[in-house]
């Protein structure tokens, strides 16, 4: 466990080896709430999607990207000889 002063303005300095595991660095968000016990820091990585793109880091769309990689890594595909097979 480590320790942490809060400073007048309210503000804590996580420790490096706490920012290391996590990857933590400056500039990135903590989510700060409340729990039983006292106050939870959560690091929250913060993406810039393109408005035309946000539809693929949907929840329902990357889990069945996930069903996808998991098919490809299991075989249970098959690869077209041409387009012409799209058809059948």
Do not use: C, N
């Not at 016990?37 to 810039?48: S, T």
């Amino acid at each position: 466990m480590s320790l942490s002063k809060v400073t007048r303005h309210g503000q804590i300095t996580i420790p490096k080896s706490i920012r290391d595991e996590l990857s933590l660095a400056e500039g990135d968000y903590v989510e700060v709430s409340r729990d039983q016990e006292g106050i939870l820091l959560r690091p929250k990585k913060v993406m810039i999607v393109d408005p035309d793109q946000a539809y693929f880091w949907s929840d329902e769309w990357q889990e069945r990207e996930r069903r996808a990689d998991e098919d490809i890594r299991s075989g249970r595909i098959h690869r077209l000889e041409s387009l012409d097979d799209l058809d059948r």
